[in-house]
T-cell receptor, first 114, second 115 residues
Framework: AQSVTQPDIHITVSEGASLELRCNYSYGATPYLFWYVQSPGQGLQLLLK??????LVQGIKGFEAEFKRSQSSFNLRKPSVHWSDAAEYFCAVGWMDSSYKLIFGSGTRLLVRP | NAGVTQTPKFQVLKTGQSMTLQCAQDMNHEYMSWYRQDPGMGLRLIHYSVGAGITDQGEVPNGYNVSRSTTEDFPLRLLSAAPSQTSVYFC??????????????FGPGTRLTVL
């Protein structure tokens, strides 16, 4: 069965520190992947996406993610976190098997210390 | 463009009542979907549609019905509301790729409470 795992429920980092949020998926078909961000009481906004090509993708707000097929992972990174990055982050994965299902992880809440 | 609109924004129901959550998009997207968001569980796919007249079940379809008579509209019907359906519901739409879906655009959400 298709599944997406974000193993960290909460992460706290200091402002200016680097950040890595983890995302793993399972299922055999070729995946395509997204990271979304949700601020409190808001809808979801796309940060970046990967369908094919260069496995390191750049997104908005200085975020990047790397697709590692061998590890079934798509981790999100940012070199220097700003207080405004505090939010909940969701990884989403679809599979190119004509199912058209997009499965979200359970989310990681990022807290930023001043 | 209004994007993805959802009505109502808030709703309180009694157990056993039925209701329809409305979703509309004006971007001519083929793909539309409904998710529910519960604390600690992320977004779970309820139903989705790849075009008018075509719908399919997601991860948690029980207790919900959908139909897609037009490209623009994708209503979600709760047949007999239960407290377990208390949640925030998001509608989303996107273009459909050859295999899969592209960036999803989300509505503002409907907060539903079932007493």
């Amino acid at each position: 069965a298709q599944s997406v795992t974000q193993p960290d429920i909460h992460i706290t980092v200091s402002e200016g520190a680097s950040l890595e949020l983890r995302c793993n998926y399972s299922y055999g078909a070729t995946p395509y992947l997204f990271w979304y961000v949700q601020s409190p009481g808001q809808g979801l906004q796309l940060l970046l996406k990967y369908f094919s090509g260069d496995t390191l993708v750049q997104g908005i707000k200085g975020f990047e993610a790397e697709f590692k097929r061998s590890q079934s992972s798509f981790n999100l990174r940012k070199p220097s976190v700003h207080w405004s990055d505090a939010a909940e982050y969701f990884c989403a994965v679809g599979w190119m098997d004509s199912s058209y299902k997009l499965i979200f992880g359970s989310g990681t809440r990022l807290l930023v210390r001043p | 463009n209004a994007g993805v609109t959802q009505t109502p924004k808030f709703q309180v129901l009694k157990t056993g009542q039925s209701m329809t959550l409305q979703c509309a998009q004006d971007m001519n997207h083929e793909y539309m979907s409904w998710y529910r968001q519960d604390p600690g569980m992320g977004l779970r796919l309820i139903h989705y549609s790849v075009g008018a007249g075509i719908t399919d079940q997601g991860e948690v379809p029980n207790g919900y019905n959908v139909s897609r008579s037009t490209t623009e509209d994708f209503p979600l019907r709760l047949l007999s509301a239960a407290p377990s359906q208390t949640s925030v519901y998001f509608c989303a739409s996107s273009y459909r790729r050859l295999a899969g879906v592209d960036t999803q655009y989300f509505g503002p959400g409907t907060r539903l409470t079932v007493l």
